[in-house]
């Protein structure tokens, strides 16, 4: 019978522990390493597709040129009956048919592969991601509506009217998500490593979060003129922050999709 040296066995026996225990440290924390290796949101290659993505900017740069003298007048009747409405059509338009639905990414790759027995056709899936786009994109409203509140009290907190001004405040914080957030919540949807990235600026820039960074950019910027002594009517608040809102997020979409694609902050 073999002698076995028991502290030789006992030694190989935690080697063989460390081990398991190295792989598990290393398998668990993969996908912490990948948690901000997003990749840039591709836009759908159909024909109408890239018409829109450069038609919208100059829709939206209408839709503010059309209300401002009203906006000027009367900053909440204009806001509530023309812009945000106007707005919310065309952001939910250009998302249903140029942006991949959530968890997609743009990978065109699974229509082109054979389907096998019992598999869906490409039509049906089609059709099904067409009624998920729809889908989708009320949902990504929605919760936008419920991340609205949360942008106002942001907004207060840079210096926005508190006690006066809390329709114009509420109004201008709507527009702010409607055109920055809402297209990241159609084409992320809920992801918390997703969002982590793009509350990180680790997110790689796209037309969506090309959009968000100059919305954000424009309002900060739009806020210069108001203290200065001009006397003009379009200083009121926000009228300023709103115009910067939507130049900032032309300009940064414009940008984020062509020639800054893919890169990252």
């Not at 740069?61 to 509530?80: E, N, Y």
């Not at 130049?247 to 414009?254: A, C, D, H, S, T």
Request: with cysteine; hydrophobic share 45%.
């Amino acid at each position: 019978m073999p002698l076995v040296d028991r502290v030789t066995m006992a030694s190989a026996v935690s080697k063989k522990g460390s081990a398991s225990q190295t792989v598990t440290v290393e398998s668990s924390a993969s996908p912490t390493a990948e948690t901000y290796n997003l990749l840039p949101v591709s836009i759908n290659q159909t024909p109408l597709a890239q018409t829109l993505r450069h038609a919208q900017p100059l829709l939206l740069s209408g839709v503010l040129t059309f209300g401002f003298s009203w906006l000027v007048k009367d900053p909440v009747a204009a806001m509530s009956s023309t812009t945000l409405p106007l707005t919310a059509a065309l952001q939910a338009v250009y998302a249903i048919i140029c942006l991949p639905v959530a968890g997609r990414g743009g990978n065109d790759t699974a229509k082109k592969a054979k389907p096998r027995p019992g598999e869906k056709t490409s039509k049906k899936r089609a059709k099904e991601g067409g009624n998920n786009a729809y889908v989708l994109a009320a949902l990504s409203l929605f919760i936008t509506a419920l991340v609205t509140p949360f942008i106002y009290a942001s907004m207060v907190l840079f210096g926005a009217p508190f006690l006066t001004h809390g329709s114009h405040t509420l109004l201008c914080a709507a527009h702010l998500s409607l055109l920055g957030l809402f297209p990241l919540f159609y084409v992320h949807g809920v992801d918390a490593s997703a969002w982590a990235a793009v509350g990180g600026f680790r997110a790689p820039l796209d037309e969506t979060f090309g959009g968000l960074a100059g919305a954000l950019v424009g309002a900060w910027l739009g806020a210069v003129p108001i203290p200065l002594d001009w006397d003009r009517d379009w200083q009121r608040w926000p009228v300023t922050i709103l115009v910067g809102i939507y130049g900032g997020y032309v300009l940064g979409k414009v940008i984020g999709g062509t020639t800054a694609w893919g890169k990252k902050f």
